[in-house]
């Protein structure tokens, strides 16, 4: 008696194995770091306020400061090539920091929560170094803030 190795129509499993990975990867975008190195923020310390004068229980309390930012996004490597442009901050050591900002309509205002992303710009670069001011505001929980914070503010693009 032979044995028998059963045959299956079509191509190897290989081979649809790895079209369907190049498939994947095609349709997954690929996201780049921006160079945003010619940023400039019009206060390096920004001092928190609280939101309440006298916060107790029950209370709000949270803090907020204000900070202007003259933005600059290198988009050279992206000229006129369709994009997505996001907003990142970095997680925070304690409490979560919320930002929220108004732009001068160069990027999509929006809010924000550290440790996440959020898109502000959609479409095509037509410029190799976009300038946008932002008026930036920054809220969190006073009663968790005990000493100075570092925020990580960038941003990155997803291409097609």
Known sequence: MKSRTPRFPGPPLAIILAAAL????AASPATSRVDDSGTIVSQGLV???WKQLVPGRGADNSVEASVRVGLRLNLARWLNQPVRL???LAPATAEPIYATWRTQGRLMPGALR??????VFEGVANVASLEETLDLTLRTDGRALTSQQSLQFYFEV???
Do not use: E, F, I
Not at 22 to 25: A, D, I, R, S, T
């Open 86 to 88: 996001y907003m990142a």
């Open 22 to 25: 190049l498939w994947c990867g």
């Open 47 to 49: 001092q928190m306020r």
């Open 114 to 119: 550290s440790g996440g992303r959020v898109l």
């Open 158 to 160: 997803d291409t097609p």
